[in-house]
């Protein structure tokens, strides 16, 4: 059983929820112009009013409250707050904030910040993004700012959200904002920028902090997981986990980006075999990089069966016919929240949280006018035991964020009915919020009402 002060909570992101995009004094980020664009997301649908969150932040807050969710994790939208990405500071992006964390707190909700989920600002990106080595300092300053200002009533912060998915899929595959494929070498010094960037931005939300803060991380991936309990299955499991990816989706791995974050060094078969793309990776930049985090958080929604080879080496297992899957297609399997987060708490040895887990189902309000979602509560269900045996076996899980409170705008798959992710439903033509069976299920298990 989970203890009494484990964190049950929910997570959000800004362009994802709260609509009002580019106004009340918001700049353009790089999401804004790769929807507007067309071509990149599904229906050539937009974050222009999204769930109107900006607006009717009070109204959601009433639902977490009425569900009895005492933790929050949403983002800050970089352009909103500044909109050329650095200099002049938009008053009302940070009046917005204020609000809602004043009445996160005012519902006894804890605010949990995240820094960057993707809203890079798009003069920013017309500067080089990050390739242009001042991304550290720009990113840095803004942390600072968030610091300064909301560090008083804000405990906890993460730095960046999945480095894999904002480099990967941006840059590397082409098929998130801003949609600008680029070859190895710069998307690899795209990356290290970024994981500078993240060690300046824990740096300075340090130096500005009004409280002793506590500051962490939230990057992904699929996780491999052992098909048996043989001790050859499960290593053969862990060393996929932990290695290097193709080199032309190398993004797509976890240590790459982890393990200079908390052991101060990329690993070594990586740095072999991207030997001809990286970047110059001086020891000064490890140092920065390497910045002593609070705790690890890792999102995680799926993973893939693993076996020790006959030649030593690790092995996907195929997936039977019918494998269960999501409405957006991705994998059921409950098995990576155990391993991912037990391997990765061997590797790291942090207090560790899952910052995001969910479902995508084709919700619909049915003829009794609710949302009945047996498929969520059973994904749900399913993953959290294994996070729980996760716990029991040694794992130092101290909390769980639901993706997401509400159904949202899921980036490339805009508004799709196949990629509703809530607890909460949301008709998007009048904005109604609609409390689905999972939000009533959730609520139920967080105040312990009843087992897993
Ligand atoms: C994660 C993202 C989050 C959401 C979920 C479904 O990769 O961090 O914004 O889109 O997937």
């Not at 050539?44 to 009070?58: F, K, P, S, V, W």
């Not at 899952?354 to 993953?383: C, W």
Request: net charge negative; with cysteine.
């Amino acid at each position: 059983m989970f203890n009494r002060d484990f964190v049950w909570g929910v997570a959000t992101s800004s362009y994802q929820i709260e609509g009002e995009a580019m106004r009340f004094g918001a700049g353009k980020n790089v999401w804004d112009a790769f929807s507007h664009a067309g071509g990149g997301v599904y229906n050539n649908q937009t974050g222009d009013i999204a769930c109107n969150h900006y607006n009717l932040y009070q109204r959601d807050i009433d639902i977490m409250k009425e569900l009895g969710i005492k933790h929050y994790r949403f983002s800050t939208n970089w352009a909103r707050i500044l909109p050329g990405g650095f200099g002049r500071v938009n008053e009302e992006g940070l009046a917005f904030y204020d609000r809602l964390i004043d009445a996160l707190l005012r519902a006894g909700i804890e605010p949990w910040l995240t820094v960057f989920h993707w809203e890079l600002p798009l003069e920013l990106y017309y500067r080089g993004g990050f390739a242009n080595p001042d991304i550290v300092e720009w990113f840095g300053d803004y942390a600072a700012l968030l610091s300064d200002r909301f560090s008083d009533r804000v405990k906890h912060f993460f730095t960046i959200n999945e480095p894999q998915c904002f480099i990967g899929l941006g840059y590397v595959r082409g098929e998130h904002a801003p949609g600008a494929k680029r070859g190895t070498k710069e998307t690899m010094l795209m990356g290290h920028n970024a994981l500078k960037a993240h060690g300046r931005a824990v740096q300075r939300l340090r130096e500005k902090a009004r409280q002793p803060l506590l500051i962490g991380v939230a990057p992904t991936g699929s996780v491999p997981y052992p098909v048996s309990d043989s001790p050859a299955d499960i290593e053969a499991a862990k060393k996929a986990y932990f290695a290097p990816a193709e080199e032309n989706d190398w993004a797509w791995s976890v240590a790459w980006w982890s393990d200079p974050m908390i052991l101060g060094k990329y690993p070594e078969d990586a740095l072999k075999k991207y030997e001809p793309f990286l970047p110059e990776i001086s020891d000064a930049d490890l140092k920065l990089i390497n910045q002593p985090l609070d705790f690890y958080g890792q999102n995680i929604y799926n993973g893939y069966a693993v076996k020790m080879g006959e030649n030593g080496e690790s092995e996907a297992v195929k997936r039977y016919d019918g494998f269960p899957s999501t409405g957006l297609g991705w994998p059921v399997t409950p098995e990576a929240l155990y391993w991912g987060p037990k391997f990765l708490y061997e590797r790291y040895r942090l207090p560790f949280y899952i910052t995001e887990n969910g479902v995508a189902v084709n919700d619909v309000i049915s003829l009794d006018g609710k949302v009945h979602d047996p498929q969520r509560i059973d994904f749900t269900e399913r993953y959290l035991r294994a996070l729980e045996k996760a716990q029991k076996d040694g794992v130092d899980v101290r909390g769980y964020f639901h993706w997401s409170i509400l159904d949202n705008f899921e980036w490339a798959s805009g508004y799709s009915s196949s990629s509703r992710f809530g607890l909460v439903y949301v008709d998007y033509r009048t904005q109604e919020r609609v409390i689905k069976d999972s939000g009533y299920w959730y609520s139920r298990l967080i105040r312990g009402d009843m087992p897993l």
